[in-house]
DNA sequence: ATATCTGCCTGCTCGC
DNA sequence: TGCGAGCAGGCAGATA
């Protein structure tokens, strides 16, 4: 399941495919995956537009337009991304939800075996993105603004760190394996977390998320990159699916809970 | 305001 | 081998 890094990933793929390349038309196969506007409206403001830059925020794909509007894409589940050429069996595929055609002849495809990714194109990304919390990687996520987000609430703080306007981009792998490298147990209410734990808490979210960017992401199941290398960084998962592992750092087996309905990986000798 | 539950979806795994 | 049940989960929207 695509997060933060695996987005980050995609988007550094599609840049030198994308980036100069001009829109000739938009195809949308299942029409909930478009959210905004109607497919009507999207085609015609997108034709003859120009991808000028392509960026992310939190794990929505941001893909700038000439005219100033932003198609925004969001992987969900099981959403990939690829630009192919005119004779790709992609185009047939039965998973294809919408074709973007470029004027040089190649599409940009949007497959979604779960059908749970959405588009929009939009004219300010706020009326997408508005509410999400700090970026992980940015200097604006320190131990205050996180601490602001956790004093009130109650909530264990697996469930928190997957609340995207706490922290944006954070999903179930990374929630995970970030509460491990802080040592932090996933049912602890969020508000009784010491500022010295906080600190450990974001150093150690931005540690997973970049080391996982290094990595090109976790390939499991439902992500792929664009054009099939593989990301790497499930060789270095320490708790997440490793049920019944020894912990690598103290030996203990490594458990899996639910909280709020998500399972959740963790060392019960190691994270308290 | 905060917390929890449900629906959206289909492919995969598991048990019989 | 076949088959149905249950699970996976990000997020919006509803409910308590």
């Known amino acids: ?86 004779d790709s069996p992609l185009l047939s595929d039965p998973h294809l939800r919408a074709a973007f055609d470029l004027a040089d002849g190649r599409h940009l495809t949007f497959t979604d075996a779960r059908k749970f990714g959405r588009i929009w194109l939009v004219d300010a990304i706020e009326q997408v993105v508005g509410k999400l919390g700090p970026e992980p990687l940015d200097w604006t996520f320190t131990p205050e603004a996180l601490t602001e987000r956790l004093q009130t609430r109650r909530v264990a703080i697996k469930a928190l760190l997957l609340d995207q306007t706490v922290v944006a981009g954070v999903g179930n792998i990374y929630a995970d394996e970030a509460l491990f490298m802080a040592g932090i147990h996933p049912l602890r209410p969020a508000a009784s977390l010491t500022g010295d ?58 458990e899996r809970i639910r909280v709020t309905q998500r399972g959740t990986h963790f060392c019960p000798r190691c994270q308290s």
């Open 197 to 254: 734990e906080i600190v450990r808490l974001r150093d150690a979210i931005r540690a997973v998320l970049q080391e996982s960017i290094d990595a090109r992401g976790t390939l499991l199941r439902d992500y792929r990159t664009p054009y099939g290398q593989d990301g790497a960084y499930q060789n270095h998962l320490r708790v997440y699916q490793q049920t019944g592992q020894p912990c690598a750092r103290c030996g203990a087996s490594i």
């Open 1 to 86: 399941m695509p997060e933060l890094p695996e987005v980050e990933t995609v988007a550094a793929d599609l840049r030198p495919q994308l980036i100069g390349s001009r829109f000739a038309a938009a195809h949308i196969h299942w029409p909930r995956t478009l959210a905004a506007p109607d497919a009507e409206l999207l085609d015609a403001q997108i034709v003859g537009r120009e991808v000028i830059a392509i960026g992310r925020r939190g794990k929505y794909l941001l893909v700038h337009l000439d005219s100033g509007q932003t198609l925004i894409i969001h992987l969900r589940m099981t959403g990939q991304l690829a630009v192919v050429a005119d």
